[in-house]
């Protein structure tokens, strides 16, 4: 008798504990719902999500955007100049070699008077224009006659130090003085080498 009172008194307690219980439950359930209805409704209030973020990348942007223009002005500057020099350098190079070009055709005994073609005179004038684009045609046969006029007496005056010299910015005559002649010397051979081009261009 006693433990039927007992189990009965259990079920009893059990149930007045759901029924307490129950509405607890669902004021949380109310109150999440509120929550998130507060959430959504605190959100226009205030600024979007966004916008300090991008307030920061534009002030950052801002901020850096003196110190990169200057740094691409800067290097764009010098890119310019160098480009500007190597533009120039080969049209140079270029207008040059047309000359050349010009006077093989019109002058073949140039190359043959210097026992070459005119396809190796080019090719070696081309190789030349290379590190010295201001060099003439005129100035790189005249380098190939003083060669073969002087370099059998004088073995350090050859076509390469000769265009060494000219490329350095130094005259014919002073490139000769340099590799050894006298200033009378100089100008006797380059007066000599001068009637040889003339006369190779006589048709």
Not at 10 to 18: D, E, N, P, S
Not at 32 to 46: I, L
Not at 96 to 108: F, I, Q, S
């Amino acid at each position: 008798m006693r433990k039927k009172f007992l189990l009965f008194a259990a079920i009893l307690m059990a149930g007045a504990f759901a029924i307490a219980t129950t509405p607890n439950a669902a004021a949380q359930g109310k109150g999440h719902g509120g929550g998130g209805g507060g959430g959504r409704g605190a959100s226009p209030s205030g600024p979007p999500s966004s916008v300090g973020v991008d307030r920061g990348i534009g002030r950052s942007s801002d901020a850096s955007m003196g110190r990169s223009d200057t740094g691409r002005g800067n290097a764009s500057d010098k890119s310019n100049g160098r480009s500007d020099v190597g533009l120039e350098r080969a049209r140079m190079a270029s207008d040059n070699l047309k000359a050349a070009d010009n006077d093989l055709r019109k002058h073949p005994r140039i190359a043959s008077d210097l026992h070459m073609n005119a396809n190796n005179l080019r090719a070696g004038y081309q190789a030349a224009l290379v590190s010295n684009p201001h060099l003439t045609f005129g100035n790189y046969v005249a380098a190939n006659r003083l060669a073969r006029n002087l370099g059998g007496r004088n073995p350090n005056i050859t076509r390469a130090a000769i265009l060494a010299g000219l490329a350095n910015g130094d005259s014919l005559g002073r490139t000769l003085q340099n590799l050894g002649l006298s200033k009378d010397q100089s100008k006797a051979e380059i007066k000599r080498a001068e009637l040889q081009m003339k006369e190779s261009k006589r048709d």
